[in-house]
């Protein structure tokens, strides 16, 4: 299966803007989806397409892709958005009806 | 806004069958994709497989010789047998309601999860 690649660890300001992203030969043909996982709850989703964001999400929160990568911008973030975040797209390689994740990355906010 | 609940039991022997329900509520199970995934603990998430309300499947190419994802409209259920588990497979497992886009797909919402250890 193809893979999605994100920095397993990044950092933000409070109050500053944090980029996420993932990287993956499948985003080239699919678009990507984020999720957003607090310790000890489920995902939640955050971002999909080329940059919608599902009711109720913030508008800090937006979407972005080129080429193979695709990136989440948390515009002003705020405490309450340290998490966990995840990239999904399709598998371009072999089955493209699989569903490959990335391996996420950890926002701490400063 | 639809909501699911993972149940089933939380210990699995090693070489035996991993068996898990869904319960959707607060919507219609018919008309939508559902899908399993799951999430080893301290790591990132896997892609199990969705099916259709009709029943049609799609399943992770790593884990489809072992993988049946059932559903049972009447019930507003969906389920999942994973069989000859391992340690490997010891994980929170979710419940997501698919959201086909396209050629692409969408998870939400999603189940609280419920965690299953394989062990003897």
């Known amino acids: 299966s193809s893979e999605l690649t994100q920095d397993p660890a990044v950092s933000v300001a409070l109050g500053q803007t944090v980029r996420i992203t993932c990287q993956g030969d499948?985003?080239?043909?699919?678009?990507v989806s984020w999720y957003q996982q607090k310790p000890g709850q489920a995902p939640v989703f955050v971002i999909y397409g080329k940059n919608n964001r599902p009711s109720g999400i913030p508008d800090r929160f937006s979407g972005s892709s080129s080429g193979n990568t695709a990136s989440l911008t948390i515009t002003g973030a705020l405490a309450e958005d340290e998490a966990d975040y995840y990239c999904?797209?399709?598998?371009?390689?072999?089955?493209?009806?699989?569903?490959?994740f990335g391996g996420g990355t950890k926002l701490t906010v400063l | 806004q639809v909501q699911l609940q993972e149940s089933g039991p939380g210990l699995v022997k090693p070489s035996e069958t991993l068996s898990l329900t869904c319960t959707v509520s607060?919507?219609?199970?018919?008309?939508?994709?559902w899908s399993w995934i799951r999430q080893p603990p301290g790591r990132g998430l896997e892609w199990i497989g969705y099916?259709?309300?009709?029943?049609?499947?799609n399943y992770n190419t790593s884990l489809r010789s072992r993988v049946t994802i059932s559903i049972h409209t009447s019930k507003s259920q969906l389920s999942l047998r994973l069989s000859s588990v391992t340690a490997a497979d010891t994980a929170v497992y979710y419940c997501a309601r698919a959201l086909p886009d396209g050629d692409n797909v969408w998870f939400d919402p999603w189940g609280q999860g419920t965690l299953v250890t394989v062990s003897s």
């Open positions: 499948s985003l080239r043909s699919y678009y």
């Open positions: 099916i259709y309300y009709s029943g049609y499947t």
């Open positions: 999904s797209s399709r598998d371009s390689s072999g089955s493209h009806l699989d569903v490959v």
């Open positions: 607060s919507g219609s199970i018919s008309g939508d994709y």
